[in-house]
């Protein structure tokens, strides 16, 4: 059977989306919409040109309007949201009024939970809603909900991620791969983790840890940031002792930020300076985009999730392994293809049925060995010690 899908924003992941559905997803069509129609005019152009059909069509559409939202979403089967996080709340309302699956890139744990008080809605008109869905909080939810399979209990859980250069510059050694605001969110607050069965609360920036990738990348730093559990710690509450996720840089990317989350640069609460009031954080953004954004310069996005615990009285260990240069051939860069093939993939298995109706938790709704045996056949190579 063929399916209708709606992208929501037309940005780097949403166009990798469309082409992900279009390929991979047995659309009969995708209607890619942005804020700008022209942005979307241009990525549907492109990636029908990939395709060589007709698959994907543009519109223009004002995501923080419920009710041209809601509309533009009747007659699809599933929609995927590309838009920023804050927008994600009243897009998934629109969603669930139009009786339209629902998932999204998620990035924000606060949003989720808005998102996912929407269960008695969504379950009664038999619908999936599910909150971050793309690579961290994503697709290395997926993974820990895998491997967590793997274990009878003593069960501890890790998550690293990270998006790089291949060739980084100074002063960050960081180059933008999504949204600066998405990053900035990241960068400040608190993490969610499950230590000793507990929940706790641990600031970002924070616990600095080396971690190997061998060559030609070596020792890479991991330190806390927020968002990347999201929900996993409450769905696996009782059930593994351990749960934390920590975000890769090179070395000395750490020690930098720490500096200007310390003086204040990524505070989100407005200061005076003359007659104006501006968010520091809004100022930073406007000063880091155009020193971090180097076109034409190759990304890579690294992932890796581990567990230790006991299966039938004995010790054991699984890993997954995620280590993505982009796609020469489509254009997407690596973070795109990572973002958003799990997310559109999630759209299709709900689409097609395979995912449990009502607002629900990525690591709970999605099963989780067929969605990474399917990402694999999309072209995102994972690779498995189990």
């Not at 973070?335 to 109706?357: D, N």
């Amino acid at each position: 059977m063929s399916w209708r899908y709606a992208v929501l924003g037309a940005g780097r992941q949403g166009a990798c989306a469309a082409w992900g559905l279009a390929k991979y997803g047995d659309a009969e069509s995708v209607t890619l919409a942005d804020m700008d129609e022209s942005i979307a005019a241009a990525a549907a152009k492109r990636v029908n040109g990939l395709l060589n059909r007709e698959a994907v069509r543009p519109a223009r559409l004002d995501a923080s309007d419920p009710v041209t939202t809601r509309t533009l979403l009747k007659g699809h089967h599933a929609a995927l949201s590309c838009v920023p996080y804050f927008l994600n709340e009243d897009v998934a309302r629109a969603a669930v009024d139009a009786r339209v699956h629902f998932c999204d890139l998620g990035g924000n744990t606060d949003v989720v939970e808005a998102e996912l008080a929407l269960h008695p809605e969504a379950s009664k008109r038999g619908l999936s809603l599910i909150p971050d869905c793309g690579l961290a909080p994503g697709l290395g939810n997926t993974l820990a909900a895998l491997a967590v399979e793997q274990f009878d209990g003593d069960i501890s859980v890790h998550v690293r991620c990270g998006g790089l250069p291949v060739n980084p510059k100074p002063p960050l050694s960081y180059m933008l791969v999504f949204s600066i605001h998405g990053l900035i969110n990241e960068y400040t607050g608190e993490a969610e983790y499950l230590r000793g069965g507990k929940i706790i609360r641990v600031p970002t920036i924070s616990e600095f840890e080396p971690i190997e990738m061998g060559p030609p990348l070596g020792t890479l730093q991991c330190a806390v940031t927020s968002g990347g559990t999201s929900t996993a710690p409450k769905s696996f509450l009782g059930r593994v002792k351990d749960y934390d996720y920590k975000t890769i840089r090179y070395p000395g990317h750490w020690d930098r930020v720490k500096t200007l989350l310390e003086l204040g640069f990524l505070d989100n609460v407005p200061v005076t300076v003359g007659p104006n009031s501006i968010r520091p954080r809004d100022l930073t953004a406007a000063c880091l985009i155009p020193r971090l954004t180097f076109t034409g310069d190759k990304d890579l996005v690294i992932l890796r999730v581990w567990a230790e615990g006991r299966k039938a009285g004995s010790a054991k260990r699984v890993q997954y392994d995620v280590l993505d240069y982009g796609d020469d051939i489509t254009g997407f860069t690596a973070m795109e293809r990572t973002t958003a093939y799990p997310a559109a993939l999630v759209a299709h298995m709900m689409a097609a049925g395979e995912t449990m109706r009502g607002a629900i938790p990525l690591e709970i709704a999605v099963p989780a060995r067929p969605h990474v045996e399917r990402l694999r056949t999309w072209g995102i190579a994972i690779r498995s010690q189990e």
